[in-house]
């Protein structure tokens, strides 16, 4: 079993950045490949970002593309979500999620592909 614990979210105004992190509690995090996704009032959830196991495979869902930075310490079982020229679009809980199977090439976009969550971390930009 994998517990994911996300930290870092809070009130920001438009343009400001913030980074938020997930910490795992597991031996074996290091051999998941990793995601982060959102989730709006009203809205489903979608992905935001995503990277391998190795941390060789960042991405980024367009709407997010070159404001938002993914990456990963795999020595503290942490990953993080970068996140710059907030937008009030940008407003959502944000979850960290692990996908269960050993060294995936690429993380993938579905979130029923991934076997482990956080309980989220509130994100809230104003304009």
């Known amino acids: 079993q994998v517990q994911l614990v996300e930290s870092g979210g809070g009130l920001v105004q438009a343009g400001d950045s913030l980074r938020i992190s997930c910490t795992a509690s597991s031996d074996t995090f290091s051999w998941y490949a990793m995601a ?21 495979v960042p991405y980024c869902a367009d709407s997010v593309k070159g404001r938002f930075t993914v990456s990963r310490d795999n020595a ?9 020229r907030l937008k009030p679009e940008d407003t959502a809980v944000y979850y960290c999620a692990a996908d269960g ?15 482990y969550w956080g309980q989220g971390t509130q994100v809230t930009v104003s304009s």
Request: glycine content about 8%; hydrophobic content about 30%.
């Open 36 to 56: 982060w996704f959102r989730q709006a009032p009203g809205k489903e959830r979608e992905f935001v970002a995503g990277i391998s196991w190795s941390g060789g």
């Open 76 to 84: 503290k079982n942490t990953v993080y979500l970068e996140m710059n």
């Open 101 to 115: 199977r050993f060294l995936q090439p690429k993380p993938p976009r579905d979130e029923f592909e991934y076997s």
